[in-house]
């Protein structure tokens, strides 16, 4: 079955330290990889996404995010947190079925990240 | 929000009553999708249209139609609202589904929180 996993609800971090969110997904043939972003009372936006190629992609308002295809995993990450990263995250995988044939996209559940001051 | 507009955004209605929402778009997308968000369960697709009159299912589509009959507009219709649809609802457009380039990103709306009593 294709999936999307986020392991972590809630990820605190201090203001300049660095910051994961991680990303695990089940998905057969090649992965297409999105990060999105959702704000309070908002909808999500777009951060980056991993087509094909380099492992680390980037993305808007300084993310990142490594591809590891042994892992299985798209981790989201950024060198130094800001208090206004402060938002909910999703990963998000293309399904895969009918060859790829539609755009539908499946979601983790996503991962709340708390800046502190 | 990519030129996306969704509405009402806020409505609170009765079990049993019908409902709609509309989903406008200013981009002249072909690809227009709706979701549901629900915690614990990230988003998820209901229905998705290929172009005007052409739609398809997606995961969770029981209880729900839809209907486009401009690019521009795509229409979800709970005909008799339950409880278990009480859920923040969010339209995404693409200009493409083939994979592999910027065209297949989805772009999010600002979400219409439904409440059904």
């Known amino acids: 079955a294709q999936s999307v996993a986020q392991p972590e609800d809630q990820v605190n971090v201090a203001e300049g330290n660095p910051l994961t969110v991680k990303c695990t997904y089940s998905?057969?043939?090649?992965?297409?990889l999105f990060w999105y972003v959702q704000y309070p009372n908002r909808g999500l936006q777009f951060l980056l996404k991993?087509?094909?190629?380099?492992?680390l992609v980037k993305g808007s308002y300084g993310f990142e995010a490594e591809f590891n295809k042994s892992q299985t995993s798209f981790h989201l990450k950024k060198p130094s947190a800001l208090v206004s990263d402060s938002a909910l995250y999703f990963c998000?995988?293309?399904?895969?079925?009918?060859?790829?044939?539609?755009?539908?996209?499946?979601f983790g559940t996503g991962t709340l990240l708390a800046v502190q001051p | 929000d990519a030129g996306i507009t969704q509405s009402p955004r806020h409505k609170v209605t009765e079990t049993g009553t019908p409902v709609t929402l509309r989903c406008h778009q200013t981009?002249?997308?072909?690809?227009m999708y709706w979701y549901r968000q629900d915690p614990g369960h990230g988003l998820r697709l209901i229905h998705y249209?290929?172009?005007?009159?052409?739609?398809d299912k997606g995961e969770v589509s029981d209880g729900y139609s839809v209907s486009r009959s401009k690019t521009e507009d795509f229409l979800l219709t709970l005909e008799s609202a339950t409880s278990s649809q009480t859920s923040v609802y969010f339209c995404?457009?693409?200009?493409?589904?083939?994979?592999?380039?910027?065209?297949?990103?989805?772009?999010f709306g600002p979400g219409t929180r439904l409440t059904v009593l």
């Open positions: 995404a457009i693409s200009e493409s589904i083939v994979p592999g380039t910027s065209l297949d990103t989805q772009y």
């Open positions: 998905v057969s043939g090649n992965p297409y």
């Open positions: 991993y087509i094909t190629g380099d492992n």
């Open positions: 998000a995988v293309r399904d895969s079925r009918f060859g790829g044939a539609t755009n539908k996209l499946i």
């Open positions: 981009e002249n997308h072909r690809y």
């Open positions: 249209s290929y172009g005007v009159k052409d739609t």
